[in-house]
Each structure stands twice: as structure tokens, then as C-alpha cells.
């Protein structure tokens, strides 16, 4: 693609809101600059699917251009936007020249973040309401005709639900009672539904469709969402291998994997309790795209000194014609929050857009983003992008 695939595209008229949940960690603030580098025709925009040809080329498909696309969000730590980039930059993660740039715009956007207060040991309807009210207030501030909720924060423990999450009316009672009900990513899924906002699920997590009351709320209110756990890298590789594999009729005998990696997103796998929802969510997608289970030993290594970068390792053992024992390895090299920013700014654009045409409930469609799609058993990539080209065909209609 290149940068005229965007300045051709017709723009909506109507702005967007994008709600960083974790807006100044490094996904986020990957996004942001490369939002404001598109919009800006500074970069071509490599790494966002919405981008290509047969996303751009539907006519009336009215998905909103980067330069539609106003950038809010929380965040508990309250480092400039800019320097954020900047230390990314420093890394190797993104241009400086580009950091440097777009500094005037990464401060206005850095004005919209604001830090939630952690109300300790209070009821969490306290947190609901506070992130309903910052989130209304975003949308009519910056003239959003809708908002998405983009969670992007650290990946969470396991979680398993109980009899407060499956009646909408008795979890309300259960967080207005006390703190502890719900993970972080489903208090935003609750604050996102209950302020008319769309909401995606990024990272591994009870997100929404852990909490059956959630599910509830989103069909009521009419909203979409989507996840969850980006596919961005080994992930990626692994599900067109499995594809491979199954149409070839070879049988894989085991398939181990040794992830090595540094930054936040490291130190957050660091904790085991994380580190299993981020192993158990890679799990699933092998399975359901081998079509069995396999013997699959996967190892997460925090090493700080690799920074913002990460080294996937795999080898996968497999029977040929007459039991013929073979094996193939591969390595995967790359930056997560390069990889995952454009997906990201994907998701956004097309969950917008779904709500405007009237979806509502898990995008299953959207399932070729994720690892552990919500709403979709299907993990073939190649099926996956093909279910993704035709349901955005569908978008090519009224706005609601």
C-alpha cells in the first residue's frame, strides 16, 4: 500500500472517538503517533489491514480515515505522551524524527488522557461511574458521534466467574456492595456498555464474555465488541502453520514454543498468574486449528534487557507418509507494539463502524485479529481474512 490509498479514500464527516484503556503504555502510544502519521500522510501506514486495497476499494464501506480518529484514554501513570514516544523511539520502536514531528499534536492528545482513581477498598460502582462519566464527557468535549474502548493494558490473571456475573441486576447490586467483583477489563466492558461505547478487548482477560451479564448488556444496549488477545507475532506464524499442516494431511505429534521478552509486556508475564491466561489463550488457538490436541509446552522468559523487543522460538515435530518422523523450527523476531499498534487502529475503525450499521454482540467476524476469538471457532487464518473481506462488505450500508 502506499500513502495515496489514504488521502483517496472518502472521509465520513464524522469523528470517531478511540479510548485507550493503558493509553500511555507502549501499544497505545505506538498507535497514537501512527494515527497521527497516516492522518498526517507522514507514513504510508504498512501493518494496518483496513488499509488494503480491498477494504478501501468498497464503495460506501464508510469506515472512519485515520485523520477521524480522536485519541483519549487512562492511564495510571501520568508520563507525558511524548515522552513515552520518545523513549520508544530510543529503543527502536518508532522514528524519532517522527516523534519530533508530531509533538505538538502527541501533547494535545496527552490533554484528552486522564488517570482513574483507584477508589481503594470502595464499592467499584465508584470506578464505573467515574469512567461512564469521563467517557460521556470525551465524546461531547471532542464531538464524537460514537466512542470505542480499546483495552490495551496489561494481561490479567485467569478469572472465574460466579453467580453475581449472570443477572445484570444482581452484579449492579454486587458492585455497588464492594470492591473485588470484577477484573479491570470487564469494568470498562461494564462503564463502555453502560456509556453507549463499543469495546474491544486487546489483551487476555475476562474482557466481557467471562461475565454472562455483559454479554446481556451488550445485546441490550445494541453494542458490538470484539477479542481477545491480539494476534500480532509467533501467533500469527503459528495459525498459518496450522493450516498448512491440515491441508498437507501431516500429523503433528507435538509443537513446543520459548518466548523471550522485555518491556511491559514482559514484566507484566513476569507474574505466573498472568503468564498462565497469556499461555492458556495461545493453547486454544493451536488446538482449534490443528483440529486436536497436541503436546505443546510453551515457555514466557521475562529478560528486561531485551526491551521492547521479543524472540519466539517453535519446534514442531510432525509424521509424514508411512510415519516418516520430521520437524521443522522457526523463529520469530519482531517488536509487539509495532505489530500490534496498526491492528489495533484496525479495530477500531471496524467496530466503529459496526456500530454504526447496527451490529451488535461478539464480532466473530473479527476473529483473524485475535488469538482467542470471541464469537468465532475458526482459527485458519487464510478463512479467517476470507470471513473478514465479506462481513466488511456488509458495512457497505445506512448508517444507524
Known sequence: MNTSTWRTEPGTGRRTGVWFVGARGSVATTATLGALAVAGGL???????????????????????????????????????????????????????LVRALGAELNVVDARLRQPDPFPGAPQQLAVEQIVADLREFAVREGCDRVVVVNVASTEAPYETDERHGDLAVLRAALARGPGVLPTSSLYAYAAFDAGCSFVDFTPGAGVRAIPALVQLAEKRGLPWAGSDGKTGETLVRSALTAMFGSRALRVRSWAGVNLLGGGDGASLADPAARSSKTASKRRG?????????????????????????????HVSFDGFLGTAMSLQFTWQGCDSALAAPLVLDLARLVARAQETGGAGPLGELGFFFKDPAGSDEHRLAAQFETLLSWARTLDGPTR
Request: net charge negative; charged share 20%.
Open 43 to 97: 507514513d504510508p501506514g504498512h501493518g494496518m489491514v483496513t488499509g488494503l486495497p480491498g477494504f478501501a476499494g468498497f464503495a460506501g464501506i464508510g469506515l472512519p480515515g485515520p485523520d477521524e480518529l480522536v485519541i483519549g484514554g487512562h492511564d495510571v501513570v501520568a508520563v507525558p505522551l511524548a515522552k513515552r514516544a520518545e523513549a520508544l523511539a530510543d529503543a527502536g520502536v518508532v522514528p524519532l524524527a
Open 286 to 314: 493451536l488446538a482449534a486449528g490443528l483440529g486436536y490436541d497436541v503436546d505443546a509446552p510453551l515457555h514466557i522468559d521475562y529478560v528486561p534487557d531485551m526491551g521492547e523487543w521479543k524472540t519466539a522460538w517453535d
